[in-house]
């Protein structure tokens, strides 16, 4: 890891591992994106830059200043001064005009990596000095009296760029910010394909790839989450790139509300990546005196194919992101009542749940939504969080404590952000939702939204869920939410002030869970919305795991874990085995599988044990063994992809391996039989080619063999055909 500075060539060179980012300064101070790749080992690289080509730099050709704007590959892309591809940032000053230019002023370097004010963001752990290095960047646009402070970090263990932008207004009056990207990124890149993960509540995440096109393809949300529907990552890859080959290029965005996620190819063939803040129903009046800082997007590039990609967003966010001690720390294994019981449910009943659980080696009870108010339907009460006490007979101490005297963990849900239309919450205080005057608000899921803009709802929010926790020695939370933004209105922000709810609300929750995670440092948080409405990096920073889908059926789960997989570690994803027929899908798989696919998260249970046959019971005991055996290796491992369902239309699978190469799990999971076939062989992938490993699998006829490395990379092992559909095979390898 090494920053520097090159004087002679005016370049900034960053070094992260074995991938250097180089920036070049223009003789006008121009801020230009030189090479994001392999280290090149060139300091004469600035001529990449294409400022001794026509149509040349402002000063040597001012009457073509325009087309110089219009190709020149910019760091931080500024609205209405000749750049007509999209921009990163557009400002209107106090007397109504828009138009940017940053001018490069001068730059300092800093040890570590600084975090942002009230927002996540990747970190040097506590005493690991020298484990990362911040440059600054700072500019200026002289009209408008902004100063942009652009930050790059590198880490010393890490292949990725972190990059964020602060905006000072140094003058007299305010400026109106009506675009702030974080980041930009401009190459060249000739018959390329966009990877982007889409989806919709139940699907989300799912890959897809398409070629660029000319023209820009945007992902994006102005949901006020991130959302089941895009997601804020974005990359591009050569055509040839795969999963272990091929050159990648990927931006992900460390924030939780609306974004922008964009690949714009212009009239010479080049391509343009951008990602920040969704400018949709975005204005932010920046006082004098004043700063705004974006949310940071991490930058990776691979030459390695996804594999390598995501290996290494899966150790910067272990490494630099997820602060819970959960992050190397057992996750007990949960049960959580809601597909078992949803509303119906009382003390009696949950006790049933835990003890049969228990009993299995299930070692957490989660009481889902339904337990306040007089919450029997998803209807009414999001507010009032008062234990229903005609539910909970004895109160929430007595089930607590009943759970705990059967050596098992309490957990509980919220949906906090939430108010209901049918609460005393909202009788109270109307005003505190969010809405428009005159307009009846929007319902979904009957229910409306909590403007979190106004100090006084963060408190009583934060009271509300503190005081629960409080009352009992509660281990787990689930913070859900379950709607998405619409009337986005805020009696508390003035009118000049509508324009920055959507972020001002992220903030707010960012508040909220910071203050839970100080408070509560030993709480379990797992985030959920709507299933995984709000799987994003942000996130991470509070809670080690995020419920990934409301869908629970193992097949689908193959598809929108792939494409979560892809980002996160498997540690982050929140995986469940439910009952069958599965109550989205009705499908009805093997309990081994869906062992199988939950093993590859956070494994737990969603269904009513007590009705469990025998049979299942006794598997549980037997997934239980298993989770306990390989937890490690799955939460710590590198993970690596063989194949996929979503391409092949056959069979999936997938391989963890420990980083010291020593163990290795691979999950196979034939999703159709077929007939006529013969066994199907797999090269594995990530082994010590010279080591020698034993193998063991519960279906394997290879059981108990020992083959080297180089053999199950290279040649291969054979997975038997299995009889029937969405059969799985664990098989797990040691070195002898
Ligand atoms: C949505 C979540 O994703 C579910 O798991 C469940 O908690 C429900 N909300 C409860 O309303």
Same mark, same amino acid.
């Given at each position: 890891m090494r920053i520097e500075y090159l004087e002679r060539e005016k370049l900034f060179r960053l070094t992260a591992k074995d991938t250097e980012y180089v920036i070049g300064i223009a003789d006008e101070r121009y801020i230009g994106h030189v090479h994001f790749g392999?280290?090149?080992?060139? /300091?004469?690289?600035?001529?990449l830059l294409r400022t001794?080509?026509? *149509?040349?730099?402002p000063s040597k050709n001012l009457r073509d200043k325009c087309s110089f704007a219009d190709a020149f590959p910019a760091e931080y892309s500024t609205w209405g %001064?000749?750049? =007509?591809?999209?921009?990163?940032l557009n400002v209107r000053s106090s007397d109504g005009f828009r138009g940017c230019e940053l001018h490069y002023e001068n730059y300092r370097t800093v040890d570590g990596k600084p975090g942002l004010p009230g927002m996540p963001a990747t970190f040097c752990r506590? @005493?690991?000095?020298?484990a990362g290095m911040t440059l600054e960047l700072e500019c200026r646009d002289k009209v408008l009296e902004l100063k942009v402070i652009l930050r790059y970090s590198v880490f010393a263990d890490s292949e990725a760029v972190i990059r964020s932008a602060e905006l000072v207004n140094e003058g007299k009056g305010p400026l109106y910010l009506e675009r702030v990207l974080t980041a930009c990124m401009d190459m060249d890149m000739e018959g390329g394909d966009l990877l982007t993960l889409g989806g919709s509540?139940?699907?989300?995440?799912h890959m897809a790839r398409r070629p660029l096109a000319f023209g820009k393809q945007m992902v994006s949300s102005?949901?006020?989450?991130? @959302?089941?529907?895009?997601?804020?990552f974005l990359a591009v890859m050569g055509q040839d790139a795969g999963q272990d080959r091929g050159e990648i290029w990927a931006m992900h965005f460390v924030y939780s509300g609306n974004f922008m996620a964009e690949a714009e190819v212009n009239q010479f063939g080049m391509v343009r990546l951008l990602m920040g803040i969704? *400018?949709?129903?975005f204005e932010w009046v920046l006082k004098p005196g004043e700063a705004f800082a974006t949310p940071e997007v991490v930058c990776v590039y691979s030459d390695e194919g996804l594999g390598k990609m995501s290996r290494i967003f899966h150790d910067l966010y272990r490494g630099h992101l997820i602060r819970s001690p959960y992050l190397h720390r057992k996750r007990p294994i949960l049960i959580n009542n809601w597909e078992a019981t949803y509303f119906d449910f009382d003390t009696e009943k949950l006790l049933e749940i835990a003890r049969e659980a228990g009993k299995r080696g299930i070692e957490m009870l989660v009481m889902d939504d339904g337990?306040? @108010?007089?919450? /029997?339907?998803?209807? @009414? =009460? &999001?507010?009032?969080?008062? %234990?229903?006490e005609k539910k909970l007979s004895g109160g929430l101490p007595y089930l607590v404590e009943q759970v705990k005297a059967l050596g098992m963990e309490f957990g509980i849900w919220f949906e906090p952000e939430m108010v209901s239309p049918d609460s005393k919450l909202y009788r109270m205080?109307?005003?505190?939702?969010i809405r428009i005057p005159g307009r009846e608000p929007v319902q979904s899921r009957a229910q409306y939204v909590l403007d979190l803009t106004r100090p006084e709802v963060v408190d009583y929010v934060y009271e509300s869920v503190a005081g629960i926790l409080r009352s009992a020695p509660i281990s787990y939370v689930k913070w859900d939410m379950n709607r998405q933004m619409t009337?986005?209105?805020?009696? =508390?922000?003035?009118r000049e002030h509508q324009g920055e709810l959507f972020h001002r609300y992220v903030l707010g929750v960012y508040e909220l869970q910071e203050r839970l995670v100080r408070e509560f440092p030993e709480l379990l948080l797992e985030n959920c919305a709507s299933g995984?409405?709000?799987?994003d990096p942000g996130m991470l920073y509070y809670s080690p795991?995020?419920?990934?889908?409301?869908?629970?059926?193992a097949i689908e789960r193959l598809a929108i874990q792939e494409g979560t997989a892809l980002l996160y570690p498997l540690s982050a994803i929140g995986a469940h085995v439910s009952a069958c027929p /599965?109550? &989205?899908?009705g499908r009805v798989t093997p309990f081994g599988t869906r062992g199988h696919v939950a093993m590859a998260g956070t494994f737990g249970y969603e269904l009513d044990?007590?009705?469990? *046959?025998e049979e299942e019971k006794r598997l549980i005991e037997e997934q239980v063994k298993l989770y306990h055996r390989f937890q490690p290796l799955v939460r710590e491992g590198d993970y690596y992809r063989i194949a996929s369902w979503n391409e092949n239309h056959k069979y999936d699978c997938w391989q963890i391996v420990s980083k010291d190469k020593r163990e290795a799990l691979l999950t196979y999971v034939q999703v159709l039989a077929e007939p006529n076939g013969h066994s199907r062989k797999i090269r594995l992938k990530g &082994?010590?080619?010279e080591a020698e490993y034993r193998l063991e699998g519960?279906? &394997?006829?290879?059981?108990g063999q020992i083959f080297k490395g180089a053999f199950l990379m290279y040649g291969g092992l054979l997975i038997p055909r299995m009889q029937g559909d969405f059969t799985s095979v664990m098989i797990y390898l040691k070195q002898v």
């Open positions: 392999k280290k090149m080992g060139e /300091n004469r690289c600035g001529c001794e080509e026509a *149509p040349f730099v %001064v000749g750049d =007509y591809r999209d921009s990163c506590e @005493g690991e000095d020298g509540w139940a699907r989300e995440r102005f949901r006020g989450e991130s @959302g089941h529907q895009d997601h804020p969704n *400018p949709e129903g337990w306040f @108010g007089d919450r /029997n339907k998803d209807e @009414g =009460y &999001l507010g009032d969080w008062e %234990v229903n205080h109307p005003d505190w939702a009337d986005v209105g805020s009696a =508390y922000l003035g995984g409405a709000r799987f795991q995020i419920w990934c889908s409301d869908d629970t059926d /599965n109550h &989205l899908v044990v007590t009705k469990l *046959p &082994l010590d080619l519960d279906q &394997l006829a290879k059981e």
